[in-house]
Nanobody, 121 residues
Framework: QVQLVESGGGLVQPGGSLRLSCAAS????????MGWYRQAPGKERELVAR???????NYADSVKGRFTISRDNAKNTVYLQMNSLNSEDTAVYSC???????????????WGKGTLVTVSS
């Protein structure tokens, strides 16, 4: 069964840091772009950061300079290092990935179930 599983969420004080991980497992041929999204209470889901297989990244303006996305292609894992967290970063963070399950198939977008990040003193 192909799935994405996030980890690393939790409660952190303002100004603190967290590192999220998202691992893809199952029968996967390769992975194209991977990304992190978040949804705060009462708000729509928004892109946080995205990274291509080759390492090209893009970030939401609200997290530039504070968050860093990276990936380990050998481990099928994407990370999100979050620094200088503030209350506006409180949200459920979900990862997604364009998975290629077979060599002659196109990518399919998969989502993880999400992990809660709460920034509070």
């Amino acid at each position: 069964q192909v799935q994405l599983v996030e980890s690393g969420g939790g409660l952190v004080q303002p100004g603190g840091s967290l590192r999220l991980s998202c691992a893809a497992s199952g029968s996967i041929f390769s992975i194209n772009a991977m990304g992190w999204y978040r949804q705060a209470p009462g708000k729509e889901r928004e892109l946080v950061a995205r990274i291509t297989r080759g390492g090209r990244t893009n970030y939401a303006d609200s997290v530039k300079g504070r968050f860093t996305i990276s990936r380990d292609n050998a481990k099928n894992t994407v990370y999100l290092q979050m620094n200088s967290l503030n209350s506006e970063d409180t949200a459920v963070y979900s990862c997604n990935a364009d998975l290629i399950l077979y060599s002659d198939y196109g990518p399919i977008l998969y989502w993880g179930k999400g992990t809660l990040v709460t920034v509070s003193s």
